[in-house]
């Protein structure tokens, strides 16, 4: 079964300044999905930024970026120029791709982010 | 377009009593999840439909919880009878298609509170 852990329970950046969130995952599978989804106080959960694995190039989103190491399992997202929007908390997800509509994610723990002024 | 709605937002019961959740996932979206999410944790999926089929259900308490999808569009989460360890937000997410770029879009989520 695959594992997801993000081992930064909260971490805090100041406004404007960068920060990165760790994801490490365990798994078998040479194809899959990584996600980082964004879960906002009593707001609901968006996606964040999306990562195929067979792609080599680093999936980028605005502000947003991932450092997709595959070999060491690693997915960590960086948010640059933070803002105060982004205090939320942000968890990892595993996907591997199925048949017939079994596809389902994994979730880490989550990261508690808050983006002080 | 509308996202995808839960109700109701909170909820707090005694345990041993019953309750149920509703979700209206958005419109054309074939696959529909329901997610358990403990405070401190991140989601766990209880169980996914493809239309109004159920496509894995291996991680729901069937002793205690069902859900059903009639039709293939709305769905409801039920669970009788409540423990305390049933505290948690319940999520309802929904996706288009189970292809390669399955983005799965959240409601605002279902606070239960058992005492």
């Known amino acids: 079964a695959q594992t997801v852990t993000q081992s930064q329970p909260e971490m805090s950046v100041q406004e404007a300044e960068t920060v990165t969130l760790s994801c490490t995952y365990d798994?078998?599978?040479?194809?899959?999905?990584l996600f980082w989804y964004k879960q906002p106080p009593s707001r609901q959960m968006i996606l964040v930024i999306r990562q195929e694995a067979y792609k080599q190039q680093n999936a980028t989103e605005n502000r947003f970026s991932v450092n997709f190491q595959k070999a060491a399992k690693s997915f960590s997202l960086k948010i640059s120029d933070s803002q105060l929007g982004d205090t939320a908390m942000y968890f990892c997800?595993?996907?591997?791709?199925?048949?017939?509509?079994?596809?389902?994610?994994?979730f880490g723990k989550g990261t508690k982010l808050t983006v002080n002024p | 377009e509308a996202g995808v709605a839960q109700s109701p937002r909170y909820k707090i019961i005694e345990k041993r009593q019953s309750v149920a959740f509703w979700c209206n996932p958005i419109?054309?979206?074939?696959?529909l999840y329901w997610y358990q999410q403990i405070l401190g944790q991140g989601p766990k999926l209880l169980i996914q439909?493809?239309?109004?089929?159920?496509?894995?259900d291996s991680q729901l308490p069937k002793d205690r919880f069902s859900a059903e999808r009639l039709k293939g569009v709305d769905s409801t989460l039920k669970i009788q009878p409540a423990k305390l360890e049933d505290s948690a937000v319940y999520l309802c997410a929904s996706s288009i298609n189970h292809g390669t770029r399955n983005e799965q879009f959240f409601g605002p989520g279902t606070r239960l509170t058992v005492l």
């Open positions: 798994t078998s599978e040479n194809n899959y999905y």
């Open positions: 997800a595993f996907m591997k791709p199925a048949q017939g509509g079994s596809e389902k994610l994994v």
């Open positions: 419109s054309g979206h074939a696959t």
């Open positions: 439909f493809q239309n109004n089929g159920v496509v894995d």
